[in-house]
C-alpha cells in the first residue's frame, strides 16, 4: 500500500480515537458511533466537531508531538469539543470555521506541555481542562468579538415517571457532547459498550446517581429529567474507575462533581465539565497524600 492511504487512514483512526477520548477512550468503533450520536441527534453540529478535531490533530502532527499520542486520539477531543460548543453557543458567522480551527489548534499547543510536565513531574492528567479554558474564554470574548449567542430554545416540559427517568440516564450521558436525545445517548452508551464494558456500566451508573441526586435534593427537575446533572458524574465515573478497582473512589468523584456543579452554577459560571475535572483531582490528590502519609509513616517504623 503506498504510503498517501497509509496515512490518510493513520489519520483518519486518530481523528476517530479522539471521538472515543471523549469519553476517555481510545477506540475507532466508539469514536465512530459518537460520530453517528452526533448525526443522529444534532447533526448541525457535525462540521463544527470535524473542524474542531482535524484542526487540533493536524496541529499536533505539525508541531511533532508524540506519534502514540496523536494516534490515542490524546490531540483531538479538546478541538472536537470546542468545534462542539461553538457551534452549539454561537450563531453563523462567516468567520466562526476559522475561530473553530484557530481555538481547536490552540487546544493541543496548550495540551501538550501539560502531557509532558504529568509525565516528567508527576502532574494530574489535564482531562479537558483546555476545552474548558478556551471556551470561558471565548465566552468572556463573545461581546468584543461580535459573536452573537444562540437564542435559547423553547425547551420540553417532562413528566416525572420511570420512562422519562430512563431517558433522562441516556440524556446524561448525550449531554456530554450538547446533546439531549435520548437516541443519541443510547448510540453513545452502544459505544461505550463496545469498547469498554465496564466503563459503560460506571457511564450509566453516574448518569443514574446525578439524576437521582438532583431530584433528592430538590434541584431544577426540568435540567435534571434534560441529563444536565449527569454528563459530569458520568466523565468522573468512567475517569475513576480506570485508575481505581475500588468501587468507593468512582462513587465519591461522582458525588464530588455534582456538589462542585452545583457550585458553579452559583457562580453563574458555566461549569461545562470543570465539576468533572476537579472532582477526578481531588480524589487522585487525596490517594497521593494518603499513600505519601503511610509511606512516611512506614520509614518511621
Known sequence: MSPLPTQALRSLRALLNGFSQIFLLSHAGCGLLVLLAILIGTPQLLGGALLGGCSSLLTAQRRGYPQADIDAGLYGYNGIL???????????????????????????????????????????????????????????????????????????????????????????????????????????????????????????????????????????????????????????????????????APLLGIVLALLLQQGFTALGLAPLTMPFILACWLVQASRRALLALRYAKNRVI
Open 82 to 248: 470546542l468545534g462542539l460548543l461553538v457551534s452549539v453557543q454561537f450563531n453563523w458567522w462567516p468567520l466562526l470555521p476559522l475561530l473553530i480551527i484557530l481555538v481547536a489548534g490552540l487546544s493541543s499547543l496548550v495540551l501538550a506541555p501539560w502531557m509532558r510536565r504529568m509525565r516528567e513531574r508527576q502532574w494530574l492528567p489535564a482531562f479537558t481542562l483546555p476545552f474548558v479554558v478556551l471556551s470561558w474564554l471565548l465566552l468572556w470574548l463573545a461581546g468584543a468579538l461580535q459573536l452573537q449567542l444562540h437564542s435559547d430554545p423553547a425547551t420540553a416540559t417532562y413528566s416525572l415517571d420511570w420512562f422519562t427517568g430512563l431517558l433522562a440516564l441516556l440524556r446524561g450521558l448525550g449531554q456530554v457532547i450538547f446533546i439531549d436525545q435520548p437516541l443519541a445517548g443510547l448510540c453513545l452508551w452502544l459505544g461505550l459498550l463496545l469498547a469498554d464494558r465496564r466503563a459503560a456500566l460506571w457511564a450509566l451508573l453516574g448518569s443514574a446517581v446525578g439524576l437521582s441526586l438532583a431530584l433528592y435534593q430538590g434541584w431544577a427537575q426540568h435540567s435534571a429529567l434534560a441529563g444536565l446533572y449527569g454528563y459530569n458524574a458520568t466523565l468522573a465515573a468512567i475517569a475513576l474507575s480506570q485508575v481505581h478497582r475500588q468501587p468507593w
